[in-house]
């Protein structure tokens, strides 16, 4: 949402930036976007207290849950960061002692599967994400093309979970769509991690069978600098349990869980016509 120029700071001055005109939408390297002013209060409130992280997230995973229809969910500190988490949960489970051996992979399910097409970059490859948990990256297919029978052929014994990258910078062709991707990867029981972070749509890939859905909070919801996991409750609970581990250097300050949680209460009472219509 545009700020009001009549409230507007004079902290790119007193910092000696450069003034932004932005035609290029919610990029991470324009600063993402304007946060909403909910969860500039938010924040604002949250900053000069104590609070229990864990019992904050409680709160997070219920204001997820309540806005993608997921069981649970947890914030972390960017939408790469809920890919390596995710990945690494799927890994591990909520066994500590594995938790802790990442990026050890040795003795686990450690390949992950990804359309060739999906391989791409938003200012780091997106495989490179997936490696960072130990994972050892498969990927499927030819970038322009991906049949059923080779996703299947390379879900296999070794397969800890699958990748599906929804971006504008994958390629917008001859790839495997969602539902069916799905399907073939929960026949042979592996969990589809779906990469959603500009998506607008909060509900949508879970319902299409994702079964763990990874959003920017700084982006389209206009939150401040935070990622937001969201999914059944074993997943997310081996995916936070990474804070133990490897998520350690990925974790979120109390003003990023509480001003995720308004924004995404926001979200529910935004004017999403108008804003599209603005933005057009």
Same mark, same amino acid.
Request: charged share 20%.
């Given at each position: 949402? *545009?700020?009001?120029?009549?409230?507007?700071?004079?902290?790119?001055?007193?910092?000696?930036?450069?003034?932004?005109?932005?035609?290029?939408?919610?990029?991470?390297?324009?600063?993402?976007?304007?946060?909403?002013?909910?969860?500039?209060? @938010?924040?604002?409130?949250?900053?000069?207290?104590?609070?229990?992280?864990?019992?904050?997230?409680?709160?997070?995973?219920?204001?997820?849950?309540?806005?993608?229809?997921?069981?649970?969910?947890?914030?972390?500190?960017?939408?790469?960061?809920?890919?390596?988490?995710?990945?690494?949960?799927?890994?591990?489970?909520?066994?500590?002692?594995?938790?802790?051996?990442?990026?050890?992979?040795?003795?686990?399910? $450690?390949?992950?599967?990804?359309?060739?097409?999906?391989?791409?970059?938003?200012?780091? *490859?997106?495989?490179?994400?997936?490696?960072?948990?130990?994972?050892?990256?498969?990927?499927?297919?030819?970038? &322009?093309?991906?049949?059923?029978?080779?996703?299947?052929?390379?879900?296999?014994?070794? &397969?800890? @979970?699958?990748?599906?990258?929804?971006?504008?910078?994958?390629?917008?062709?001859?790839?495997? *769509?969602?539902?069916? #991707?799905? &399907?073939?990867?929960?026949?042979?029981? /592996?969990?589809?991690?779906?990469?959603?972070?500009?998506?607008?749509?909060? $509900?949508?890939?879970?319902?299409?069978?994702?079964?763990?859905?990874?959003?920017?909070?700084?982006?389209?919801?206009?939150? *401040?600098?935070?990622?937001? /996991?969201?999914?059944?409750?074993?997943?997310?609970?081996?995916? #936070?349990?990474?804070?133990?581990?490897?998520?350690?250097?990925?974790?979120?300050?109390?003003?990023?869980?509480?001003?995720?949680?308004?924004?995404?209460?926001?979200?529910?009472?935004?004017?999403?016509?108008?804003?599209?219509?603005?933005?057009?």
């Amino acid at each position: 949402m *545009p700020a009001d120029p009549a409230n507007r700071s004079d902290i790119r001055r007193r910092l000696g930036l450069r003034p932004i005109i932005n035609v290029s939408g919610t990029m991470t390297a324009l600063g993402a976007s304007i946060v909403v002013p909910e969860a500039v209060r @938010a924040v604002a409130d949250i900053l000069p207290e104590f609070v229990e992280i864990t019992d904050l997230q409680r709160k997070a995973s219920a204001a997820i849950a309540k806005a993608t229809g997921a069981e649970a969910g947890f914030v972390t500190a960017s939408a790469s960061a809920g890919i390596t988490l995710s990945v690494a949960g799927c890994m591990t489970g909520a066994d500590l002692g594995r938790i802790e051996q990442l990026p050890d992979a040795t003795g686990k399910k $450690q390949e992950v599967v990804i359309q060739l097409g999906h391989m791409v970059g938003y200012g780091a *490859p997106v495989e490179q994400a997936i490696r960072l948990a130990g994972a050892t990256v498969v990927p499927v297919g030819q970038a &322009t093309e991906v049949r059923p029978y080779q996703l299947a052929h390379r879900v296999a014994e070794r &397969t800890a @979970a699958a990748v599906y990258v929804v971006s504008h910078h994958c390629v917008g062709y001859g790839q495997l *769509p969602r539902g069916q #991707f799905a &399907t073939i990867c929960h026949e042979k029981g /592996v969990p589809v991690i779906a990469d959603l972070a500009s998506e607008y749509d909060l $509900q949508g890939f879970l319902a299409a069978g994702a079964d763990v859905a990874v959003y920017s909070a700084h982006k389209f919801l206009g939150g *401040p600098t935070a990622g937001i /996991v969201a999914g059944p409750k074993a997943l997310i609970r081996a995916a #936070f349990l990474q804070n133990c581990g490897i998520g350690r250097g990925m974790k979120v300050g109390k003003e990023g869980v509480a001003g995720t949680i308004a924004a995404l209460d926001a979200w529910a009472e935004r004017d999403h016509a108008g804003v599209r219509a603005i933005e057009s």
